[in-house]
């Protein structure tokens, strides 16, 4: 008896082994991504990443001779695309993002990429982007924002001018319920649309940035530090070279600005302030879409956008930015699921950056950096960021701010 017992679990079990195999069989999918390029480019053996927009985890895979990735058995959920490759011989970048990618379990899903074609054309970048506050007992709180521009070109080039931009939009936070898209109402292809926008003064030649070397534009140019018992965690933006002011432009609107939050240091020359909207902070603490405006732009009240989500009717006052004028852009968004919530155009920045997969980053003291370019850095024997136009590979989330932390020569970085 005891025998046939032992048996019958035996038996019980392999079942419930094979049932269980079964089971995780039919929770597989498969994905066809074939690539697209209106140039005449070779499509082969081009790295197609694929993205779990829950956990984070991804597979790459090359494309055959007919410009296509097969992705075998992939556990049923959503994804995101990311193509970011250099053809070397025609020295091109091609890239290109699909966002909340469904795979069906049994099924193959067939998804046509269109790519952007890069010539590379070395210039000022946005190094580093520092905005969700700092994780020290909420002593600096988002006072401590910076933005730093740097010359990832051969030769000096002036920041005189040029203007940097918060662009308007929801992230994606999960807990909204009162924004959609900005994309539901505006048509982002030709103008992207800000609500902070702030210029570098200057004659022309007063803000002159080396090769490899930057500049750092503080909301507060103060050390955040200084008796600050988690100074590890904040910033010391008292060497900034400039900071956004903007309490008097503020009241000389009929505004009110805060002077909790913002602070006039007069040893740092101040932003010229074109636009605010939300005057306590430069950009948005939860995630931003920013820009650098090239100098020849003029903003008045002909560029002015009345927006509305439409769910209640509150109207903002947008100032919209040609997108044949920005210089460089990045979009981070709130988590890795927020694609649909992109501020920037394709031919910007084709996918988007987050801070942490989950979105829990506010007051965490984590930054986004530009990651280095250690092939070009090695050719030029000075510092190269990478610039694909792509920031879901171009920018890399830290732990902690890290300005002015690359130098112009190889043996000085400290990256």
Known sequence: MRKIILCFLIEAACGIIFYSCDKDEDLLGNLNVKLSVEENISLIDVDVKLINVIDNTDNMVKTDAEGVAFFENIP?????????????????????????????????????????????????????????????????????????????????????????????????????????PITDVLIIDEYVYADNIDQVPGGGTDYPIEPGKSIIIALNAMNFKENNPKSEYAVDNSTADLERYSVKWLVDQGLTGSTWFDFDNPKVPNMINIKVEAGVWLFNTYGTGAVLVDKDVIFDDSGIVDYSSGYNSTVTKLMKIPVSKIIDGVDI???????????????????????????????????????????????????????????????????????????????????
Do not use: H, W
């Open 76 to 180: 049923a959920g959503t994804y995101n695309i990311v193509v970011s490759d250099k053809n070397s011989a025609e020295n091109l970048i091609i890239t290109g993002t699909t966002n909340d990618v469904g795979i069906t379990s049994n099924k193959t899903t067939d998804i046509t990429l269109l790519l952007n074609v890069i010539n590379p054309t070395p210039g000022l970048v946005i190094k580093e982007l520092y905005t969700c506050g700092a994780n020290d007992g909420y002593s600096s709180l988002f006072k401590d924002q910076f933005i730093e521009i740097f010359n990832n070109s051969g030769e000096t080039m002036y920041a005189d001018g040029i203007s940097v931009a918060n662009l308007y939009g929801e992230t994606g936070t999960a807990n909204s319920t009162t924004e959609v």
């Open 333 to 415: 968004l709130e988590n890795s699921a927020a694609g649909e919530y992109k501020r920037l155009p394709k031919s910007i920045d084709s996918g988007f950056s987050y801070l942490k997969a989950d979105g829990d980053a506010f007051y965490s003291s984590m930054s986004s950096r530009r990651k280095v370019d250690e092939e070009a850095t090695k050719v030029f024997g000075r510092v190269i960021l990478q610039d694909t136009n792509n920031s879901s590979v171009d920018f890399e989330s830290i732990s902690k701010p890290t300005p002015r932390s690359y130098d112009n020569t190889i043996n000085k970085k400290v990256f």
